[in-house]
């Protein structure tokens, strides 16, 4: 068993757990993930590795409350246990020494920027953080990100908090306005990384994005999370979840994780209705 020894709460639906998990801790590097299960009939979902730290055997990870699953999971406290968390599963983020690297991060995507950003920085980078959010309420990890990047900043859609507009209108500004940049990492939902892939296409600055593909047993047998990067069949759990962007097929990432849509809103409706049989037999 796992023990949750911090909650935080990020908004209504977005929380952060800190969890007791010391062999985790000392191996997990930038950008890979945990599956944890929290009880014996439970689903296994991938979650990503926010940061870690050895020395108190520790690792965080962020999630959305979206699903039945990561409902039952924000539902859990400070104290209470996850029956099985595995991992650092993934292929850890290849840092080298690039120049001037942009770290885009859109929504809970940015959970992923902070190990990233860090091994940046150790490797000698300098770091513009871009971080996206629909509005101000759902932008997660700015102290965290501003404390370690050389240079923060943040767009809403809504024009809440920042500048208002998308990560790619920020991106772009930087390229007009002559930043030499080495590298861009996109780290959120589909719809941005491709959008952020297709516009250093344009500029040709190499791009590095990080999938979040269906995942089922995360160690690359049961190939639901498989994705096609450079017309190829790629595994993310394994061969990833870090890709060129410039080679990835999005339309065919979207397609995928909207297969599932109907099956997600079954398995809600049934745990709802059972918690709400539940409430009324035990009070």
Do not use: W
């Amino acid at each position: 068993m796992f023990r949750i020894l911090r909650k935080d709460v990020f908004s209504p639906t977005v929380k952060r757990f800190t969890i007791q998990a010391p062999e985790i801790a000392k191996k997990a590097g930038p950008d890979q993930f945990i599956v944890l299960r929290i009880d014996e009939k439970g689903e296994r979902i991938p979650l990503t590795i926010s940061d870690s730290d050895p020395e108190k055997g520790t690792i965080a990870t962020v999630f959305q409350e979206v699903g039945k699953t990561t409902i039952q999971l924000g539902g859990l406290k400070q104290g209470d246990s996850i029956q099985d968390v595995v991992g650092p599963l993934g292929t850890p983020a290849h840092i080298e020494n690039y120049g001037t690297v942009v770290c885009v991060g859109g929504g809970v995507g940015i959970a992923v920027l902070p190990p990233v950003v860090k091994a940046l920085k150790n490797k000698g980078n300098k770091v513009i953080t871009i971080l996206g959010a629909r509005t101000k309420d759902l932008l997660i990890l700015e102290e965290d990100l501003k404390k370690i990047s050389d240079e923060l900043l943040i767009v809403t859609d809504d024009g809440s908090y920042g500048t208002k507009g998308l990560v790619t209108n920020e991106l772009e500004r930087l390229v007009k306005e002559s930043v030499k940049i080495d590298l861009v990492i996109a780290i959120g939902p589909p719809v941005m990384m491709r959008a952020v892939s297709n516009l250093t296409k344009n500029y040709s600055i190499g791009t590095l994005v990080s999938l979040n593909s269906i995942m089922v047993d995360g160690t690359g047998m049961c190939g639901a999370c498989r994705v096609t990067v450079g017309g190829k069949t790629r595994f993310a759990c394994v061969d990833g979840p870090e890709f060129n962007a410039h080679d990835v097929d999005f339309d065919e990432l979207i397609k995928r994780l909207a297969m599932y849509k109907e099956d997600e809103k079954l398995a809600m409706e049934y745990y709802k209705t059972h918690q709400q049989e539940h409430h009324h037999s035990c009070c």
